[in-house]
């Protein structure tokens, strides 16, 4: 069973939509992360918590907006897609106790989001 | 200046070639290096750890120099599997905050052909 699962995996929708991306692990960390990956941009970080009551903007956190509803639970919203958000998703959790100073990060396998 | 730097490839080489990847930041506050590794339509994983000293894993050896801001990948008898993305990755971490974030390189695209 994967530790970092997503939902959806692909989701295609329209410009105006509110979407929410689902992340939950099983993996116990306090630490979850999303970022978005594009093409000749690589990742970049939306927004991180580090634990359930913090929540933290990213490098591009406009047009985003997240909720910490348990340790195991991060969602990220796009209140009002527009077709730049088209882009592949990842969620990530890492636990400093275990990891140290090296912070690893696990991934979840993605989410696909068109935005037309 | 971004701040990880990769060559972005795509590096094609033949099953048993060498192959290096750099990597250069621009923070002399960044405290620690990774290599990560990213399949096709997959999320990234690590791939291994960057000391000054040195790090060998099997066929894969990583190499750091921060007085240069310099981060390798050595990559030796390529196969198949090594085919992927390989991104570089600096963590700096601000003590007293807690705050540990990665920083990720746009990646180095590799495919082994047979």
């Known amino acids: 069973d994967a530790d970092v699962t997503q939902t959806p995996r692909n989701r295609i929708t329209k410009t105006g939509k509110r979407i929410m991306l689902e992340c939950s692990q099983t993996k116990g960390h306090d630490r979850m992360y999303w970022y978005r990956q594009d093409p000749g941009l690589g990742l970049r970080l939306i927004y991180y918590?580090?634990?359930?009551?913090?929540?933290n903007k990213g490098e591009i956190s406009d047009g985003y907006s997240v909720s910490r509803q348990a340790q195991a639970k991060f969602s990220l919203s796009l209140e009002s897609a527009i077709p730049n958000q088209t882009a592949l998703y990842f969620c990530?959790?890492?636990?400093?106790?275990?990891?140290?100073?090296?912070?690893?990060?696990?991934f979840g396998p993605g989410t696909r989001l068109t935005v037309l | 200046r971004k701040e990880v730097e990769q060559d972005p490839g795509p590096f094609n080489v033949p099953e048993g070639a060498t192959v290096a990847f750099n990597c250069t930041y621009s923070n002399s506050a960044s405290q620690s290096f990774f290599w990560y590794r990213q399949d096709c339509r997959k999320e990234p994983k690590l791939l291994m750890s960057v000391y000054s000293s040195g790090n060998e894993d099997g066929r894969f050896t990583a190499q750091l120099n921060r007085a240069s801001q310099y981060i390798s990948l050595l990559i030796r008898d390529s196969k198949l599997s090594d085919s992927a993305t390989y991104l570089c990755?600096?963590?700096?971490?601000?003590?007293?905050?807690?705050?540990?974030?990665?920083?990720f390189g746009k990646g180095t695209k590799l495919s082994v052909i047979p």
């Open positions: 990755v600096v963590n700096i971490v601000v003590y007293g905050a807690g705050s540990y974030q990665l920083t």
């Open positions: 990530a959790t890492s636990d400093p106790r275990t990891s140290g100073i090296t912070n690893e990060q696990f």
């Open positions: 918590s580090f634990d359930v009551k913090d929540i």
